[in-house]
């Protein structure tokens, strides 16, 4: 990807930014990661609704 377009940074930079969300709400809350899916399922599902 010599060139990425804005869409490609937005959707790398919102991954990353994901990530950390999961990432904190492990640590913080000990989650599993069966927990982690469920809620970005969820997540998902609210995305879905307001588009």
């Known amino acids: ?3 990425p377009d804005k869409k490609t ?3 790398e ?3 990353n930014e994901i990530k950390i ?3 904190k709400f492990q640590d913080e809350y000990r989650a599993k990661d ?3 899916r469920t809620f970005l399922r969820e997540l998902a599902r609210v995305w879905e609704k307001e588009n």
């Open 1 to 3: 990807m010599a060139n």
């Open 9 to 11: 940074l937005l959707i």
């Open 13 to 15: 930079q919102s991954y």
């Open 21 to 23: 969300i999961c990432t």
């Open 34 to 36: 069966i927990e982690v």
